[in-house]
């Protein structure tokens, strides 16, 4: 089946620590992102990758960090410059003929 | 700027009880208007594309319409498994972005 792996789902950092989320899709998507959602609120974007090895900030880049080496995998960096960074995390690839969005599971972060 | 507004944003129901969601978007050139639910902790999962202004999509009790400034969601004889939250997104001709609302919560009550 295809689709969208985030891993991990749920990541518990202590302050100061950075921590790498996971995103790998086999939809074969050129296009991927990240998001950030917090409670009740809807997606903010953090960074988008159009093709391998190019990768632009969304609205919310501070603090995070991402790599585009294969086209399957798009990881975000959460760094301990990001000063609030318990949240949601989204990772989504785009199918350019339709412009729809797949989204991953999700991975939780919680700073203790 | 690009925008997208949903309201209201949460809603109760009562089984059986059909409401509209709405969604409003400003956008330069509209690509699509993209409708997803979303469930507690998980992604969100897509539920239609509408296109162009008068275009109408159905599946089970939803309902998508579409004008040139706002878009509906219908329900129709809610379930109490339809509770979710319910994102609207616009995407522009220029690109693959797409600008998100922030979401309708629905609460159906039994």
């Known amino acids: 089946d295809g689709g969208i792996t985030q891993s991990p789902k749920y990541l518990f950092r202590k302050e100061g620590q950075n921590v790498t989320l996971s995103c790998e899709q086999n939809?074969?998507?050129?296009?991927m992102y990240w998001y950030r959602q917090d409670p009740g609120q809807g997606l903010r974007l953090i960074y988008y990758?159009?093709?391998?090895?190019?990768?632009q900030k969304g609205d919310i880049a501070e603090g995070y960090s991402v790599s585009r080496e294969k086209k399957e995998s798009f990881p975000l960096t959460v760094t301990s410059a990001q000063k609030n960074p318990t949240a949601f995390y989204l990772c989504a690839s785009t199918d350019t003929d339709t412009g729809e969005l797949f989204f991953g599971e999700g991975s939780r972060l919680t700073v203790l | 700027e690009d925008q997208v507004t949903q309201s209201p944003e949460a809603l109760r129901l009562q089984e059986g009880e059909s409401s509209s969601l709405n969604c409003s978007y400003t956008v330069s050139g509209l690509r699509g208007l993209f409708w997803y639910r979303q469930d507690p902790g998980k992604g969100p999962e897509f539920l239609f594309t509408?296109?162009?202004a008068g275009e109408e999509k159905e599946k089970e009790r939803l309902k998508a319409t579409l004008t040139k400034k706002e878009s509906f969601l219908h329900i129709t004889a809610p379930k109490p498994e339809d509770s979710a939250t319910y994102l609207c997104?616009?995407?522009?001709?220029?690109?693959?972005?797409?600008?998100f609302g922030g979401g309708t919560r629905l609460m159906v009550k039994p």
């Open positions: 509408l296109y162009s």
């Open positions: 939809l074969n998507h050129d296009a």
């Open positions: 990758s159009q093709i391998v090895n190019d990768f």
């Open positions: 997104a616009a995407g522009e001709n220029a690109g693959n972005m797409l600008t």
